[in-house]
């Protein structure tokens, strides 16, 4: 029996479009990547998480001459969130990326596969869906309803 997945996501072509909240997160999250370490990549994310209580909380990426011991923005923030307020639930998380060069920059940049996996982690855990935008440096947004819609036939501990 063939079955289809659907997702829905909405595309702006200007961070105007967006509703106040989502812009506060945008601008947090161009500021956030100004802070990045990324020497190696030349490659700067920056990721704003809103939580429930209205607290935004943000991260960068920070990478390392070891590489693999880096970590991706998204994965910064959400860590340090669940370790510090670990009973908040998260509802929006918003991603800014590019490379320094502002010429070379492409479209949004959609979360790396792991860092899908580890919002999916707090998603099941708070079950409730987190809304997820990324952005490119020329103010392009995509914006999905829940980490999951990125992440078909996900796992999480309900297999445990
Ligand atoms: N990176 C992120 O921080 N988030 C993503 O969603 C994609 C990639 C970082 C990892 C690495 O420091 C650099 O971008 C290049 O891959």
Redesign the pocket.
């Known amino acids: 029996m063939k079955k289809d997945i659907q997702i829905s996501y909405e595309q702006y072509q200007s961070s105007n479009e967006l509703a106040e909240i989502e812009k506060e997160l945008y601008l947090k999250a161009k500021e956030a990547r100004e802070n990045a370490y ?1 020497p190696y ?1 030349q ?1 700067f ?1 920056g990721c704003a998480v809103l939580l429930e209580n209205g607290d935004i909380h943000v991260g ?2 920070q ?1 390392n001459a070891a590489y693999p011991s ?1 970590l ?3 994965r910064t923030a959400m860590f340090w969130i669940s370790a510090n307020f670990p009973d908040e639930n998260i509802e929006k998380v918003f ?1 800014v ?1 590019g490379p320094k060069e502002l010429s070379l920059t492409r479209a949004p ?4 596969g792991a ?1 899908r996996q580890s919002m999916m982690e707090y998603e099941s855990k708070q079950n409730k869906n987190i809304t997820l935008y990324f952005a490119n440096l020329n103010d392009e947004v995509i914006k999905v309803n829940a980490i999951k819609d990125l992440l078909p036939f996900y796992f999480d501990g309900t297999f445990l």
């Open positions: 990324a990549s490659f994310v960068n990426n990478e880096g991706c923005a998204e991603v990326g940049i959609p979360p790396c860092c």
